[in-house]
């Protein structure tokens, strides 16, 4: 099997044990086999056929679990210039993704859009929300409204809610985020594979790749899921609270982020025996900041959990011939795949040998199959790292404070 292959550093003190690989309300395991993924993909389908041949622009309002595994899909696995490119060279639409309530960012989109499509007929506007009563999207879509209202609506959203009506009562067709889905398990639901469809992704191969891991990691024993939660959390109870994921590819900085959401929104909780708990997620890009943190992580607090991401095979450039210096002659001939990978291996033993804790993901390839693995392996590790920390690792009652005072604050 081409699978995604972890390496772990130092183990901690205290090795934790694994009970079970399985929890209570984990319907996101069914996403990737069975009725389940085949009803997804047959409405996905039916929906993409309709749509994506008149479609130029897709414009996709959502925010945290409904837009960070598409933009983690469309970041890895589309063209870093796709809305640049001519119509006849994308396998698909213009994909713009508003997950955020800033004015500059959501009218810039929306004069794009308008700019390339005035009378909105080639412009599918995409609302993601299970309830559809969060501010932000609730926002954008308002404004979508009234500045698009010509673009055909389509709403992936809960069995029933305020979206689910408005869907209904305007026409708009519609595809359901699995009850028992939670926002951050849902990038393997139409949520994110739907978006990811009309843009020519082979959903088919995510949900696979996803399949694959879940198999490997079907019992304790020689469980990826299950060592790497292990090791997390182990190294967490030793005061190795802050974890940081930093990929050598920049298509995987959206990865990251969706990582960043998962671990902290499941993990960060008052456990049953009412201790707060839960390691903080960050996110550096390699090579890029190696010229920022890596000082800080050499001599500053050994309290760090680093893990690097890197990736076999791709696209590859020669350096060339032509140095600007006897200094660094010894570039000549390599190319930049090859100063990637030693800046990461480099990396990793200089913070290693800082007696910062490290591991390590390796993509044998960029693709739909090891992508949809990646997202499964975290889901996994995170279901398990919840039972360990004894939290519930599906509920996320610290953000609702938050909501509630926005909404008061604007009353």
Not at 90 to 119: A, M, Q, Y
Not at 154 to 161: E, F, H, V
Request: with cysteine; proline share 4%.
């Amino acid at each position: 099997m081409n699978m995604i292959k972890l390496t772990l550093g130092t183990p901690p003190q205290k090795q934790l044990d694994v009970e079970s690989v399985h929890g209570e309300n984990e319907q996101w395991r069914d996403l990737w086999q069975g009725s389940l993924r085949s009803e997804n993909e047959n409405n996905i389908n039916a929906l993409v056929s309709t749509l994506r041949p008149n479609c130029r622009n897709l414009l996709v309002i959502g925010i945290g679990g409904s837009s960070l595994g598409l933009k983690a899909i469309q970041n890895a696995l589309l063209d870093p210039n796709w809305n640049l490119l001519p119509d006849d060279q994308r396998n698909g639409p213009r994909l713009f993704v508003i997950d955020n309530i800033d004015p500059v960012t959501t009218c810039s989109t929306f004069e794009v859009v308008k700019k390339d499509d005035p009378d909105l007929k080639h412009t599918v506007v995409c609302i993601i929300s299970k309830s559809g009563e969060t501010i932000e999207i609730a926002a954008n879509l308002m404004v979508a409204l009234k500045e698009l209202s010509s673009a055909t609506f389509i709403a992936i959203t809960g069995k029933s809610g305020s979206l689910r009506d408005f869907a209904a009562e305007n026409g708009w067709k519609t595809l359901l985020v699995p009850e028992e889905v939670g926002g951050r398990f849902s990038v393997l639901s139409p949520v994110g594979l739907f978006p990811a469809a009309m843009c020519g992704v082979d959903i088919g191969a995510l949900l696979d790749g996803a399949r694959e891991m879940a198999q490997s990691c079907s019992s304790t024993k020689n469980n990826v899921a299950a060592s790497l939660a292990t090791f997390l959390i182990g190294h967490a109870a030793e005061n190795r609270t802050t974890q940081v994921m930093m990929p050598y590819c920049e298509g995987f900085t959206y990865l990251a982020h969706w990582w960043v959401q998962l671990w902290a929104e499941s993990l960060g909780k008052t456990n049953e025996n009412s201790v707060r708990v839960g390691p903080t997620p960050l996110v550096a890009i390699g090579a890029t900041d190696q010229h920022s943190v890596l000082q800080l992580w050499r001599e500053g607090p050994v309290d760090k959990v680093i893990g690097f991401i890197g990736v076999d095979q791709g696209i590859d450039v020669s350096l060339g011939e032509q140095a600007i210096s006897k200094n660094i002659d010894w570039l000549c001939n390599k190319t930049m795949r090859e100063v990637l990978h030693a800046e990461q291996e480099a990396t990793t033993q200089a913070v290693s040998e800082a007696e910062q804790a490290t591991w390590t993901l390796t993509f044998p390839e960029v693709s739909a199959l090891t992508l949809g693995q990646f997202f499964a392996l975290w889901e996994l590790t995170t279901a398990i790292a919840g039972r360990l920390l004894k939290v519930n690792p599906y509920n996320q009652p610290g953000v609702e404070l938050a909501k509630q005072l926005t909404a008061e604050k604007l009353r």
